[in-house]
């Protein structure tokens, strides 16, 4: 693809923000405050607004239930679009209460799931109120110990409860499954992997999809393959992005391994998963780093990964590939990879009124100091508060 019609297409690339990365975050270690903290959804709404402004590539905000719980969420909807953006995919939470430690849609105690399966409905309530469409699920259900519970009565369990929201959705509405091979559970979890992840979304429906959060995988998983088999079969719905070195770190995406996410975007090129209503979001956590600045990094990243992706040659490397140029082809893909993109990115951002560099923008325009003058008083808003 020649420059012109990459920036054509990364015109169309919308890359959504967390609520909860604007919150204080941390490890079990030590939670370090930020000045200018959020201290509700509203103000977290504004933060997310100064990405999409400097980026132009952020037009929507996840929400985390109960984290961002509002008496209207139709003000907050409105609160979103006075500042440009819109409230996005609705995530579900069932693993911060006293009565889900031993699981919760898969416990082995109804009551219990009956509280988780209501939360998952009326989350979906929320979706009506929002025009949200879809409903990310992640499930902390698992196991710490052999023997501890029936792992083919939690799948039961399991799809029981995804069988009564998936019932609960209206025509334009989705469900997507979030899987994770290990924490808060350690020798079993219930959604470990996509290949669980996408069995229970076959059974259930052309609404059900899943998940990939590149968190989520043993070291060395080849989470380009699972893409392109996801997509091949029309089941991949979303993306959180972050980045890990050792566990589920939630780090800067393509921090770590930008070579990763050129791999993964090429992959979504590829299958035509840049058209194919998937959502791209950050999960990210920013414990030591500014958190807005923190987020336009990510931004950018990921649409850096993507244009290097877009650059990439496919008839030649098609021509290679067909004539079993082994090296050939892999030369086509790094040509691509090694490519600086950002003068491209620049001129894409003037060319739609931004200034080139979104990271000086923001320094330069003030908000970080305005934020920590003006909120002092009430309590941050927190990863888990
Ligand atoms: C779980 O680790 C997870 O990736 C899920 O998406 C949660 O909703 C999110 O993190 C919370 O940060
Ligand atoms: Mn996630």
Known sequence: MDAPLVKAALRGLSIEVPSWAYGNSGTRFKVFGQPGVPRDPFEKIADAAEVHRYTGAAPTVSLHLPWDEVDDYAELAAHAAERGVAIGVINSNTFQDDDYMLGSVCHPTAAVRRKAIDHLLECVDVMDATGSRDLKLWFADGLNYPGQDDLRARQDRLAEALDEVYARLGDEQRMILEYKFFEPAFYATDVPDW???????????????????????????????????????????????????????????????????????HEVAQGGGLDAGVNFMLDQCHNIEPKIPGQIRSVMNVQEATAKALLVDTDALRAAQAAGEVLGANAVLMDAYNTDVRPLLAELREEQGLEPDPMRAFADSGYAEKIALERVGGAQAGWGA
């Open 195 to 265: 290949g669980t992840a996408y069995a229970h979304t076959l059974r259930l429906g052309p609404k059900a999809k899943v998940v990939v959060d590149t968190g989520h995988h043993a070291p060395g998983t080849n989470i380009e393959f699972i893409v392109a088999f996801l997509l091949r079969e029309g089941r991949l719905g979303a993306f959180d992005f972050n980045s890990r070195f050792y566990a589920d770190d939630d780090l800067i995406a393509g921090a770590a391994d930008p070579f990763q996410l050129f791999r993964i975007m």
